[in-house]
C-alpha cells in the first residue's frame, strides 16, 4: 500500500490556500492604511496640543499670541511628530491652508497657520498627503 496524497488532495489543499489567501490579503491592507491614518491623527493631536500649550504660555506671559515657530523641544522626545503618510517631521509655517489634499511637501510633514496678518485660519494645523488620503477634514 502506498502512502502519500494523491494529486487532487493537493489541488484541493493549494485552491483553499488560495481562497483564504484571496480574502486576508485585502483586510490586512485597509487595516495598514488605517493604521498610518491613526498615526498620523496621532502626530497632529501632538503638534495641536504642543500649539494650544505654547499659545497658554505667551499669553500668562504677556508675549502675545501669534509665534511662528515650534521648537522640537515643545514635543516630549525632542522629536517632531511622524506624520506616516510621508514620513517627514518638520513643520511648515504658512499663512495660508494649502490647497486641496496637498501633495507630500519636500521635507515637512505638517503645516500650521500663523497668526500674522489676522488671518481667519490663524492657528490651524494639518497634515500634508501623500494623495491616498483626505486629511483636509482632521
Known amino acids: ?23 486576508a490579503l485585502p483586510k490586512y491592507v485597509d487595516l495598514s492604511n488605517q493604521a498610518k491614518v491613526s498615526a498620523s491623527k496621532g502626530g497632529l493631536g501632538a503638534i495641536r496640543s504642543a500649539v494650544a500649550i505654547k499659545y497658554a504660555n505667551r499669553v500668562a506671559n504677556n508675549s502675545g499670541t501669534d509665534f511662528t515657530n515650534l521648537a522640537t523641544t515643545d514635543f516630549m522626545g525632542s522629536t517632531y ?6 514620513t517627514y517631521t518638520g513643520i511648515t509655517f504658512t499663512s495660508a491652508v494649502p490647497a486641496g489634499t496637498a501633495p507630500t511637501h519636500a521635507s515637512n510633514g505638517w503645516w ?12 490651524r494645523c494639518g497634515a500634508y498627503s501623500d494623495s491616498t488620503e483626505d486629511v483636509s477634514t482632521w
Open 1 to 23: 500500500m502506498r502512502r502519500g496524497f494523491t494529486l487532487i488532495e493537493l489541488i484541493m489543499v493549494i485552491v483553499i490556500l488560495g481562497i483564504l489567501a484571496a480574502i
Open 112 to 123: 500650521y497657520i500663523t497668526g500674522t496678518g489676522g488671518f481667519a485660519n490663524a492657528g
Open 81 to 86: 511628530p511622524t506624520n506616516e503618510f510621508n
